[in-house]
């Protein structure tokens, strides 16, 4: 029986087919973006030993040989860095205690405004190895669990929850305070702290790694797409981004691989820019894509006239040019706190020999 309507398969069938121009030039995204991320693993291990190497010194009772406090352990207390940014703000005095955790903030905080949420897939430690379980689940299991839409909804959202909630606490705090628990004994050894919380975890912290790790393996970026509050902020800033994924739909041969790909799962072949906050910049899509200049991460589209591939030259971000851009931003911004005297925490060998053997003692 014939209706009014055609059916999406007649539809479909109706659609003029375009000619796929296939790209020539291979696609280097995934193995540039490798390198940085194991290059940022491979700084924060570095990282890790000098700072046990530190705490060691000082829990020996100056037995060991001394190793600098590496400053950059700093990023792993955003709280802290939080904190030093709000007191900054409000005094713009930099504080003596964790600058480098405000610094680092700032240098995340500056990325995500120029190349995406591209710190969560480029450079984050933990990204990295979410990244690699769910590849791992994928290679084991040949597919990884689909969460249903509404519930992917609802977990996204609660990192985002998490976000308002240490926002909340860290700018209703009354500066004063601020400062007096960031020069606390207790805010002084935060980072030792964090330390000891990994080395002598108990059964239930055990119990939530583990299962966390497990997730990950089955659900794609588990942490970062559900949890991380820190992925939150940046995603948020990230929208302010002028850099997008951007689609030519003239060139796209609406072949659907770029949706596939995406680790956010973005319908990236129903939109000509991805503005969504979820956008980590990967470059999944691009990597997939088979048709020239159909997708590329760019600025947006200059002036009419121009001819659509001299646009695209134009405005384009090749990924060598993301690294260059993420390692700009980061040691630029950490040379300056560098020759500032704004990285290093301002505190004696002396004080720390009496704070960091008895870390676990002070309380906030
Ligand atoms: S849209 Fe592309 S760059 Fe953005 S998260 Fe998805 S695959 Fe990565
Ligand atoms: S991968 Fe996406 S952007 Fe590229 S041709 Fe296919 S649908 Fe179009």
């Known amino acids: 029986m014939s209706t009014l309507y055609p059916s999406p398969a007649e539809t479909a069938a109706a659609k003029p087919k375009k000619t796929l121009v296939r790209r020539i030039a291979p696609d280097r995204s995934q193995q540039v973006r490798r390198a940085v991320q194991f290059a940022f693993l491979l700084l924060n291990a570095v990282i890790g030993v000098q700072f046990?190497?530190?705490?060691?010194?000082?829990?020996?009772?100056?037995?060991?040989h001394y190793f600098g406090r590496p400053a950059g352990v700093d990023g792993w207390l955003p709280i802290a860095g939080l904190m030093n940014l709000r007191y900054f703000l409000a005094t713009r005095q930099i504080p003596a205690i964790h600058p480098s955790a405000?610094?680092?903030v700032c240098v995340f905080l500056l990325a995500s405004l120029v190349v995406k949420k591209a710190f969560c897939s480029w450079l984050c430690p933990v990204g990295t190895v979410?990244?690699?379980?769910?590849?791992?689940?994928?290679?084991?299991?040949?597919?990884?669990?689909?969460?249903?839409?509404?519930?992917?909804?609802?977990?996204?959202?609660?990192?985002?929850?998490?976000?308002?909630?240490?926002?909340?606490?860290?700018?209703?705090?009354?500066?004063?305070?601020?400062?007096?628990?960031?020069?606390?004994?207790?805010?002084?050894?935060?980072?030792?702290?964090?330390?000891n919380f990994f080395r002598y975890l108990g059964t239930v912290g055990i119990i939530v790694i583990a299962a966390f790790v497990v997730l990950s393996v089955f659900i794609q970026n588990f942490w970062c797409r559900f949890l991380c509050p820190y992925g939150?902020?940046?995603?948020?800033?990230?929208?302010?981004?002028?850099?997008?994924?951007?689609?030519?739909?003239?060139?796209?041969?609406?072949?659907?691989?770029?949706?596939?790909?995406?680790?956010?799962h973005l319908p990236v072949d129903m939109l000509v820019q991805v503005r969504s906050v979820e956008c980590t910049g990967c470059m999944e899509c691009i990597a997939v894509c088979p048709?020239?200049?159909?997708?590329?991460?760019?600025?947006?589209?200059?002036?009419?006239?121009?001819?659509?591939?001299?646009?695209?030259?134009?405005?384009?971000l090749k990924p060598q040019m993301v690294a260059v851009v993420l390692a700009v931003v980061f040691f630029g911004l950490i040379g300056a706190a560098r020759?500032?005297?704004?990285?290093?925490?301002?505190?004696?060998?002396?004080i720390y020999m009496q704070l960091v053997p008895n870390a676990e003692n002070f309380d906030h």
Request: hydrophobic fraction near 45%.
């Open 52 to 64: 046990i190497l530190w705490v060691r010194y000082f829990e020996s009772l100056g037995s060991s």
């Open 339 to 350: 020759l500032t005297g704004h990285w290093q925490t301002n505190i004696s060998r002396d």
């Open 130 to 195: 979410s990244e690699y379980l769910w590849k791992l689940g994928r290679k084991l299991f040949r597919r990884n669990v689909a969460v249903p839409k509404w519930l992917d909804v609802a977990l996204r959202s609660l990192k985002y929850i998490l976000l308002a909630f240490f926002l909340y606490i860290v700018f209703t705090m009354p500066v004063q305070d601020l400062g007096d628990f960031l020069a606390s004994p207790f805010g002084i050894v935060a980072d030792v702290k964090m330390l």
């Open 232 to 264: 939150a902020l940046m995603g948020i800033v990230s929208a302010l981004s002028p850099v997008k994924i951007r689609r030519d739909a003239e060139a796209c041969i609406d072949c659907g691989k770029c949706n596939k790909a995406c680790p956010s």
């Open 291 to 316: 048709a020239e200049n159909a997708l590329q991460m760019a600025l947006p589209p200059r002036t009419a006239g121009e001819t659509r591939a001299a646009r695209w030259r134009s405005r384009t």
């Open 102 to 104: 405000m610094v680092l």
